[in-house]
Every structure is written in structure tokens, then in C-alpha cells.
């Protein structure tokens, strides 16, 4: 039987990732600034500041450099001919063998829990939003919007337990999905999937959705498009083409869970190309042949408020709404009237949630949410 408050709660339950995580939330509104207001921070930041903070910046770094880390170790190992056969037959391993990545992945409970990510979450800081409970007899599909640059809270809710995910969801398991060409990537595949990463494909969704009760899915469903648009102060999603994931739910009868944060546009500052511009064509073309795209963006520095990667610190609010039940589709073929009646419902869940939470959560905003595509 499902949990009683699956259905009966009312009550939005917002938990803080920490007393520590609202200390650094406090912080970081007094520098959530936009536009001109941005130009009175100073250019450096100071030198003394609490080691919890140099700790939060260390966790971010350590995903942000993961991608470079583990590629460089796997070319410089390449470097010893002595090493050869064994990197011949991991590679071998890779494209003929291991199914891993579409089947759920190689989960390391260990380095989902690691202390850091809680740091990790507190960097910007990012709060969990809780509208109702999940029954773990189900499995779920979780929509996350937006994109963003990075996907920093789809990270930090579903491929880590840095925001106690696990502890508001019982008995759910999710399995955050990115593209297959990531797992081509050697190590890097590797790193990913123990963080519970694993293919966004059709074959790998059916198959998490199928491996028993509480195993679900998280898809950033706006993908490499609906980053282009990532912008501070908006929140453009690309939604009304993608039902890919609608069907899935369809055919497999798993409850969508519209998933929505607030902030994650404003992490960075992005150079917006003009449609008609060469090098707006390129960003498409990239996109279209690799899966993702190239934004050109600006964070901040290690030692610096104005240029670098790093993501800025302002605040991530991540509303995890309430389930929308889906029946199984009959013969699991849905038609055409069911997949946009489910996608319609969908998108007003969504709507629903950024009304509820607006003035709250992005005060600052310079424009109201727009499905753009």
C-alpha cells in the first residue's frame, strides 16, 4: 500500500541542507546581485575566509575538473609500454563488453554519500523541496528543469546524496541519465557511473524502469538546446517537443515527477549568439553531430568574483513536486491524443510549480518562465 501522505499531504516541507548550509545561504544573498550591481563586487576575493568555505570550493572542483582529471591520468598511463596490454584489453572491454552503462550503471554507494557533496551543496547553497512523499512500490521518471550550464542541482539531487535525497525518498532509487558518448570517455565513464550515471538511452530507460520497484530515472529533459538559453534572471525551457520521456512513462506505467530549480540559470553568465550568426550555426552543428553544444560562459575564479569557471554562489532551490500517475498504455503503444494529454498535464505541473514558488524562490527574476520550444 502506498504511504498515506502520498496523497493527503498538503504541506510543502522545504529542508536546508545544513545550519550550515543556511549560513552560507545567507551569505550568498547579500552577493546575489545582477547586472550593474554585479560591477560594486570587489574583482578579488579575500584571502581569510572560514575553511568551510575553501572546503565547499574544493567539493565543486572536484566534479568540475573531473572530466580533465580522469582523461589526463588515462594519456598519461599510455605514456608506459608496459601498460599497453592492459590498456588494449580495458578498451577492449569498453566497446565490446560492458553493458554497464545501459544497465542501470556501477553504483558506488561509498562516493554518492562521500562527505564532500554535502559541501558541494552548500557551495552555492542548494535546498531540497519536498511538495509530497513518493511510494517506493512505483518507479518514477523525475523531469529536471532547467539544463542550465551544468546541471549543478541535477547533480547534486540525484547523482550524489549531497542534498539526503535518499532520506526524503525511501526505498527510491535513481539513476540520473546523459548521453552515451560519455561513456566512451575512458575512466571519465567510469567516474560517472559511480555516481549512479547512466545512459539516456531507450534501452537503458526501459531497463532501469523494469529492474523492480523504487528504481527510477532522472532526465534533464531541455538536454544541450535548452542550455543555450541559460541565462540569470530567466528560466527558458525547451519542453513542448520532448516526449520521449512521455512515452516512456506510458509505456511503462512510471509515475513523472516534475522536478524545478530555481537559480540554476543564474550560476553563470552567458555570451548569447544571434540565430542568424555563424557562430550561433556552429553551436548547432556542434550539437547536432556530438549531443552537446559549446556555450561560451563566465563564473568566477578560485581567487576572483569576475572571470573563471567555477560556478557563482548564489542560491539553487530544487522543488521536487508531487507524482503524476500514468497507466500503462495498452499493447504499451500509446496514441498520439494520450502522449500530448499526458505531456499537457505535465507542462501545467510544472507551470503550477513556478507560480507557488516565484516570489519566493526568484525574486530577482527579469522575466516570468517560458517554454520556448
Given at each position: 500500500?502506498?504511504?498515506?501522505?502520498?496523497?493527503?499531504?498538503?504541506?510543502?516541507?522545504?529542508?536546508?541542507?545544513?545550519?550550515?548550509?543556511?549560513?552560507?545561504?545567507?551569505?550568498?544573498?547579500?552577493?546575489?546581485?545582477?547586472?550593474?550591481?554585479?560591477?560594486?563586487?570587489?574583482?578579488?576575493?579575500?584571502?581569510?575566509?572560514?575553511?568551510?568555505?575553501?572546503?565547499?570550493?574544493?567539493?565543486?572542483?572536484?566534479?568540475?575538473?573531473?572530466?580533465?582529471?580522469?582523461?589526463?591520468?588515462?594519456?598519461?598511463?599510455?605514456?608506459?609500454?608496459?601498460?599497453?596490454?592492459?590498456?588494449?584489453?580495458?578498451?577492449?572491454?569498453?566497446?565490446?563488453?560492458?553493458?554497464?552503462?545501459?544497465?542501470?550503471?556501477?553504483?558506488?554507494?561509498?562516493?554518492?554519500?562521500?562527505?564532500?557533496?554535502?559541501?558541494?551543496?552548500?557551495?552555492?547553497?542548494?535546498?531540497?523541496?519536498?511538495?509530497?512523499?513518493?511510494?517506493?512500490?512505483?518507479?518514477?521518471?523525475?523531469?529536471?528543469?532547467?539544463?542550465?550550464?551544468?546541471?549543478?542541482?541535477?547533480?547534486a539531487t540525484f547523482g550524489t546524496d549531497g542534498l539526503h535525497f535518499s532520506k526524503h525518498f525511501p526505498g527510491i532509487h535513481p539513476r540520473l541519465l546523459t548521453l552515451q558518448s560519455n561513456f566512451q570517455v575512458p575512466f571519465h565513464r567510469d567516474y560517472i557511473m559511480a555516481h549512479g550515471l547512466a545512459s539516456v538511452s531507450k534501452k537503458s530507460c526501459e531497463y532501469i524502469l523494469r529492474s523492480g520497484p523504487g528504481n527510477s530515472i532522472a532526465i534533464v529533459v531541455g538536454g544541450a538546446q535548452e542550455s543555450?538559453?541559460?541565462?540569470?534572471?530567466?528560466?527558458?525551457?525547451?519542453?513542448?517537443?520532448?516526449?520521449?520521456?512521455?512515452?516512456?512513462?506510458?509505456?511503462?506505467?512510471?509515475?513523472?515527477?516534475?522536478?524545478?530549480?530555481?537559480?540554476?540559470?543564474?550560476?553563470?553568465?552567458?555570451?548569447?549568439?544571434?540565430?542568424?550568426?555563424?557562430?550561433?550555426?556552429?553551436?548547432?552543428?556542434?550539437?547536432?553531430?556530438?549531443?552537446?553544444?559549446?556555450?561560451?560562459?563566465?563564473?568566477?575564479?578560485?581567487?576572483?568574483?569576475?572571470?573563471?569557471?567555477?560556478?557563482?554562489?548564489?542560491?539553487?532551490?530544487?522543488?521536487?513536486?508531487?507524482?503524476?500517475?500514468?497507466?500503462?498504455?495498452?499493447?504499451?503503444?500509446?496514441?498520439?491524443?494520450?502522449?500530448?494529454?499526458?505531456?499537457?498535464?505535465?507542462?501545467?505541473?510544472?507551470?503550477?510549480?513556478?507560480?507557488?514558488?516565484?516570489?519566493?524562490?526568484?525574486?530577482?527574476?527579469?522575466?516570468?518562465?517560458?517554454?520556448?520550444?
Open positions: 500500500m502506498p504511504p498515506s501522505t502520498t496523497t493527503t499531504t498538503t504541506t510543502t516541507t522545504t529542508t536546508d541542507t545544513t545550519t550550515a548550509g543556511q549560513d552560507a545561504q545567507q551569505e550568498s544573498s547579500q552577493v546575489f546581485l545582477m547586472g550593474a550591481e554585479q560591477n560594486k563586487m570587489p574583482f578579488f576575493a579575500p584571502i581569510r575566509v572560514p575553511f568551510k568555505r575553501r572546503l565547499q570550493t574544493g567539493a565543486v572542483l572536484v566534479w568540475l575538473s573531473s572530466a580533465v582529471v580522469t582523461v589526463m591520468s588515462f594519456l598519461f598511463l599510455c605514456t608506459f609500454k608496459v601498460l599497453w596490454p592492459l590498456i588494449i584489453a580495458y578498451l577492449t572491454w569498453i566497446v565490446i563488453f560492458d553493458k554497464a552503462p545501459e544497465r542501470g550503471g556501477r553504483i558506488a554507494p561509498w562516493w554518492r554519500s562521500w562527505r564532500g557533496w554535502k559541501y558541494f551543496a552548500q557551495y552555492f547553497p542548494m535546498t531540497l523541496v519536498k511538495e509530497g512523499d513518493l511510494d517506493p512500490s512505483k518507479n518514477y521518471i523525475f523531469g529536471y528543469h532547467p539544463h542550465g550550464i551544468v546541471g549543478m542541482g541535477a547533480l543555450l538559453a541559460a541565462r540569470p534572471g530567466t528560466l527558458d525551457l525547451t519542453l513542448k517537443k520532448r516526449l520521449g520521456f512521455i512515452k516512456l512513462a506510458l509505456v511503462n506505467g512510471a509515475s513523472l515527477v516534475p522536478t524545478l530549480a530555481f537559480g540554476e540559470t543564474d550560476l553563470y553568465d552567458q555570451f548569447t549568439a544571434e540565430e542568424n550568426s555563424k557562430f550561433y550555426k556552429f553551436q548547432q552543428l556542434v550539437k547536432r553531430y556530438c549531443g552537446f553544444t559549446m556555450p561560451i560562459v563566465n563564473g568566477r575564479g578560485i581567487f576572483n568574483y569576475r572571470f573563471g569557471l567555477l560556478p557563482k554562489r548564489r542560491p539553487v532551490f530544487i522543488v521536487i513536486g508531487k507524482p503524476i500517475h500514468v497507466e500503462k498504455a495498452e499493447d504499451g503503444n500509446p496514441t498520439i491524443e494520450q502522449l500530448q494529454e499526458l505531456q499537457q498535464k505535465y507542462i501545467d505541473s510544472v507551470l503550477a510549480i513556478w507560480e507557488r514558488y516565484k516570489d519566493k524562490f526568484s525574486p530577482n527574476r527579469i522575466q516570468e518562465l517560458r517554454i520556448i520550444a
